[in-house]
C-alpha cells in the first residue's frame, strides 16, 4: 500500500508540479496581504484536491459513458504526459499548461470572492492542474484494481494537495533559493522522470489492449 501510494504520488508530484505556478502565483497575490496570500493558497489547494478526487471517482465512469477503453485512454494519456516531458526536457513551457501572466491589479482584486476566482481559475486550474495532470489521474483512477488502489490514490491526492499549499506559501522564499537557473535544472530533470512514467503508462496500454503480448 505504502509504495503503492509512493509510485502515484511521484507521477502525480511530477506532471502536476506546483512549483510551476509560482511566478504567477507571487504575481497575482503581489499587493496582497499575508493573509489574503495565505488564503489563496488555501482555496488554490482545495480546489486542486477537489478536482482530483472527482476525477478519480468518476474516471472509470466517464471512460464507460464515452465507450473509450481504458488500454486506449493510457496510450493516449501516455503520449501526451511523454510529450510535456519532452517540452520541460528542452526546456520549453508545458504545452499542456498555457502561458497566463496577469498581474492583481488587472483583475481588479478587492473583495473575498475575487481571491476565490483566482485560486480557483488561472492557479489551480490549469496552472497547477491541467490536461496532462486530469489524464494520469483519470489513468491511474481508471485501472484500479480495488478499493485499496484508489485508496492510495486519494491518498496521494491528499498529500500532493497538502505540498501545493506549502509551496504556495513559501513561494517568496522557494523562488529565491532556487533561482530561474535553479527552476530550469528541476524542471530537466521531472522531465527525465515524467518521460520514464510516460513509457511505463503506454506499456500498460499496450498490455491492456493486447493482453497476450505480457
Known sequence: MSFEVTKILLAFLVLINPLAALSLYLDLTADLSGRERRR??????????????VVTLTGQLILRALGISIGAFQIAGGVLVFLISLSLIGGNANPAKPEVSK????????????????????????????????????????????????????????????????????????????????????????????????????????????????
Open 40 to 53: 489563496v493558497a488555501k482555496i488554490c489547494s482545495m480546489s486542486v484536491f477537489v478536482i482530483m478526487v
Open 103 to 214: 498581474q492583481a491589479s488587472d483583475l481588479n482584486i478587492n473583495k473575498p470572492s475575487d481571491l476565490t476566482s483566482i485560486a480557483v481559475v488561472p492557479l489551480a486550474m490549469p496552472m497547477i492542474i491541467g490536461p496532462g495532470g486530469i489524464s494520469t489521474v483519470m489513468i491511474y483512477a481508471s485501472s484500479s484494481k480495488g478499493y485499496l488502489h484508489t485508496l492510495a490514490i486519494l491518498a496521494a491526492t491528499l498529500i500532493i494537495s497538502l505540498i501545493c499549499y506549502f509551496t504556495l506559501c513559501a513561494a517568496a522564499t522557494v523562488s529565491q533559493v532556487l533561482g530561474e537557473t535553479g527552476m530550469k535544472i528541476l524542471n530537466r530533470v521531472m522531465g527525465l522522470l515524467l518521460a520514464a512514467i510516460a513509457v511505463e503508462i503506454i506499456v500498460a496500454g499496450i498490455k491492456t489492449l493486447f493482453p497476450h503480448i505480457g
